[in-house]
T-cell receptor
Framework: DAGVIQSPRHEVTEMGQEVTLRCKPI?????LFWYRQTMMRGLELLIY????????DSGMPEDRFSAKMPNASFSTLKIQPSEPRDSAVYFC???????????????FGPGTRLTVL | DQQVKQNSPSLSVQEGRISILNCDYT??????FLWYKKYPAEGPTFLIS?????DKNEDGRFTVFLNKSAKHLSLHIVPSQPGDSAVYFC????????????FGTGTRLTVIP
């Protein structure tokens, strides 16, 4: 299995521009998570989906952030307009549910390093 | 408000010695705890977990201890190896599984050969 795939790996953009981050979860996984990593706050959960449906988006910082999961194999995280304080590493992770109990772990992608100038 | 705290941003240990990484949490509803390891330019990878019904879980060189009364857990690595050098994240969940995880800020472990 290729694992969780994220693109791009690095993104540099200017303030005010739209940024779209992409994620392909592991095939067969029914949960997908978006995280943001910063030095000050560590890994923060932004939003997660179950069977393509957003379950909890309480971590999304503001309306500039939006996430979609049009099908089981693809998700996007969009920031519009981007600001310098959005600079961080964004991770996507996936997991699967068996017998009503989630698995031991989430599987993370390599992350997208976003720099907003 | 950080519900999971790793107060030591870094730790250096000699190869062969024990590494002890600490984690504190504030939410008494947390019932499942995990440790992840992260190398540069990679995503975190699962290392070991523990349910609140246990106070210890061991996997090879890695042991996690849970002290529910103190809301504290620790990861012991014995013996430490240079390949263990990475950032270690503690995470907790209130749903008995790996969804809706709250992460700490991480501790960078350096194992000196």
């Amino acid at each position: 299995d290729a694992g969780v795939i994220q693109s791009p790996r690095h993104e540099v953009t200017e303030m005010g521009q739209e940024v779209t981050l992409r994620c392909k979860p592991i095939s067969g996984h029914d949960y997908l998570f978006w995280y943001r990593q910063t030095m000050m706050r560590g890994l923060e959960l932004l939003i997660y989906f179950n069977n393509n449906v957003p379950i909890d988006d309480s971590g999304m910082p503001e309306d500039r952030f939006s996430a979609k999961m049009p099908n089981a194999s693809f998700s996007t995280l969009k920031i519009q307009p981007s600001e310098p304080r959005d600079s961080a590493v964004y991770f996507c992770a996936s997991s699967y549910l068996t017998s009503g109990i989630s698995t031991d772990t989430q599987y993370f992608g390599p992350g997208t390093r976003l720099t907003v100038l | 408000d950080q519900q999971v705290k790793q107060n030591s941003p870094s730790l250096s240990v000699q190869e062969g010695r024990i590494s002890i990484l600490n984690c504190d949490y504030t939410n008494s509803m947390f019932d499942y705890f995990l440790w992840y390891k992260k190398y540069p330019a990679e995503g975190p990878t699962f290392l070991i977990s523990i349910s609140s019904i246990k106070d210890k879980n061991e996997d090879g060189r890695f042991t996690v201890f849970l002290n529910k009364s103190a809301k504290h857990l620790s990861l012991h690595i014995v013996p430490s190896q240079p390949g263990d050098s990475a950032v270690y994240f503690c995470a907790a969940s209130a749903q008995g599984g790996a969804n809706n995880l709250f992460f700490g800020t991480g501790t960078r472990l350096t194992v000196i050969p």
